[in-house]
Structures are given as structure tokens and as C-alpha cells.
């Protein structure tokens, strides 16, 4: 799948009015299997120490990364998601929260964040059209640079 197409089909699904966080499940899961080769992407994986992250990346049975997805429009940045992300943020290295539109990637090192990078498409809400307007965004990273390839980005550390 390509972006373009995963945004057809995350706006397909919005403007139905119906469509909730797990809707768009599948999609996001599909975007990253088709661009990450030889990673596995589980959606709802088992229970882990510090929760239970919406997936995990795997590559030959070893987690290299989580997700944890909101719905879309969720404000990332939000007090009411504070607790939950702390706790994932202490517990896991490579961790992406989205809400299928932004992004944040967080690499942690010894609790610290050694990377944040934040990739966001532009949405304009018509309400009165249940019409979604999707305009990708440039990438905003602070040092060190991201490499580009996401498998390369998924076998972090070596």
C-alpha cells in the first residue's frame, strides 16, 4: 500500500461518520507491512509489562518497536493520554503514537528520549460534508538525523 492510498482509505472510512479509532486498524497495519520488509505488524498483541500497546513490530520474533493509535483528531499532546504514554515511554524503546494522521516517534536510551520525530498530513475537517482533506507535511526531527529507509529505522539498536 502506498501513503496516497492509505489516505484514500482512512478518508474513505471518515466520511461515513461511523468510523472509530479501530477502524482504521487494518489500514495503518497494512501501510507499515508494505513498507517495512521483513517486519511483522500485530495488532492487539498480548499484554506486556507496562501495558498493552494497539501493535507490535517484529522482525524474526523480536519486538523492535510499538505503536499505540487514538482516534483520529485525539490531541496527541493531551493530559488525559499522559499516564499511559509515560508508562510506555519508561518501558519501551522505539515507540510511535499516532492517530493515524500525526505520528511521534520517541527512541529512548536509559529513560531519556533520544530522538523525537514527528510526521504529520494536514487535515482540514468539513463537518458539513463528512469530508476529510489530507495534505502530507514535511518531517520535523530533532538530532540525530532519521535515516530514511523505515527498515533501517525498525532494526534500531545495533
Not at 71 to 81: A, F, I, R, T, Y
Not at 120 to 133: C, D, E, G, P, V
Request: proline share 8%; charged share 20%.
Amino acid at each position: 500500500m502506498t501513503i496516497p492510498e492509505y489516505l484514500q482509505n482512512i478518508n474513505r472510512r471518515f466520511i461515513t461518520g461511523i468510523s472509530r479509532e479501530h477502524t482504521y486498524r487494518g489500514d495503518l497495519q497494512t501501510l507499515l507491512e508494505s513498507m517495512a520488509t521483513g517486519v511483522q505488524v500485530t495488532n492487539e498483541p498480548a499484554r506486556i509489562a507496562c501495558g498493552a500497546p494497539d501493535y507490535v513490530l517484529t522482525r524474526k520474533d523480536v519486538p523492535v518497536g510499538y505503536i499505540e493509535a487514538k482516534d483520529l483528531g485525539v490531541d496527541l499532546n493531551g493530559k488525559h493520554l499522559k499516564e499511559q504514554f509515560d508508562r510506555y515511554k519508561a518501558g519501551l524503546s522505539n515507540l510511535i503514537f499516532t492517530d493515524y494522521l500525526v505520528s511521534i516517534f520517541i527512541k529512548m536510551a536509559h529513560g531519556l528520549p533520544v530522538l523525537l520525530l514527528r510526521l504529520s498530513f494536514t487535515a482540514n475537517w468539513l463537518h458539513n460534508q463528512k469530508t476529510l482533506i489530507v495534505l502530507p507535511r514535511l518531517f520535523k526531527t530533532l538530532p540525530p538525523p532519521l535515516p530514511k529507509p523505515l527498515n533501517r529505522l525498525l532494526s534500531w539498536p545495533k
